[in-house]
């Protein structure tokens, strides 16, 4: 039982190119979301967030964009770099709860 | 300012052995958590503390695990007896407010494998 799904396991794109990444969850509940960046060997780092109320929150190169009826958030990165090559997390949470609950990450791969 | 710290990195023992787990917050942060990921799957949150109190441990899979933080410092994470099932990546996080919108820090994760 699933709650926050992210159907590609992997995404490929040129550098200078846009990256899109996909997280659709299931929870009805949850009004904050989160996107974190991970590399081998290292924890999650926090990368951008939305609340329920807003539909886009952009920082610099990332904006995240959020579909309420469709249940659905996604990730832009652009123009994307070879330095963002990594996995991506999406995560939510509901309620003001301290608990966040993760999908299971795209592998994002920008080629030079 | 040190992030937050975990150790060992790694860990190999045989099932129905005990291991312990260690996380130091950023000092400061009153709150702890606990995350787990096992191979291929989503980070599951396995429990919160404010300070040495437990805030929600629902996460938990079982009593073989036991979260502690005394003096609201460190926390530590024993699994005991270990099971094959038990393996993956632990990660300890922190933040100085409640709720989730700094993001938490998370540090680099103990990876423990149960054989």
């Known amino acids: 039982d699933q709650q926050v799904k992210q159907n590609s396991p992997s995404l490929s794109v040129q550098e200078g190119r846009i990256s899109i990444l996909n997280c659709d969850y299931t929870?009805?509940?949850?009004?904050?979301f989160l996107w974190y960046k991970k590399y081998p060997a290292e924890g999650p780092t926090f990368l951008i967030s939305?609340?329920?109320?807003?539909d886009k929150n952009e920082d610099g190169r990332f904006t995240v964009f959020l579909n309420k009826s469709a249940k659905h958030l996604s990730l832009h990165i652009v123009p994307s770099q070879p330095g963002d090559s990594a996995v991506y997390f999406c995560?939510?949470?509901?309620?003001?709860?301290?608990?966040?609950?993760f999908g299971k990450g795209t592998k994002l791969t920008v080629n030079p | 300012e040190a992030g937050v710290t975990q150790f060992p990195s790694h860990s190999v023992i045989e099932k129905g052995q005990t291991v312990t787990l260690r996380c130091d917050p950023i000092?400061?942060?009153?709150?702890l958590y606990w995350y787990r990921r096992v191979m291929g799957k989503e980070i599951k949150f396995l429990l919160h503390?404010?300070?040495?109190?437990?805030?929600?441990e629902s996460g938990m899979p079982n009593n073989r695990f036991l979260a502690e933080r005394t003096g609201g410092t460190y926390s530590t994470l024993k699994v005991q007896p270990a099971e094959l099932e038990d393996s993956g990546v632990y990660f300890c996080?922190?933040?100085?407010?409640?709720?989730?919108?700094?993001?938490?820090?998370f540090g680099s994760g103990t990876r423990l494998t149960v054989v």
């Open positions: 996080a922190s933040s100085q407010v409640s709720g989730p919108s700094d993001g938490y820090t």
């Open positions: 995560a939510a949470s509901w309620g003001g709860s301290e608990k966040l609950v």
């Open positions: 929870n009805s509940m949850f009004d904050y």
């Open positions: 503390f404010v300070k040495e109190s437990k805030q929600d």
């Open positions: 000092s400061g942060h009153d709150n």
């Open positions: 939305i609340s329920s109320i807003k």
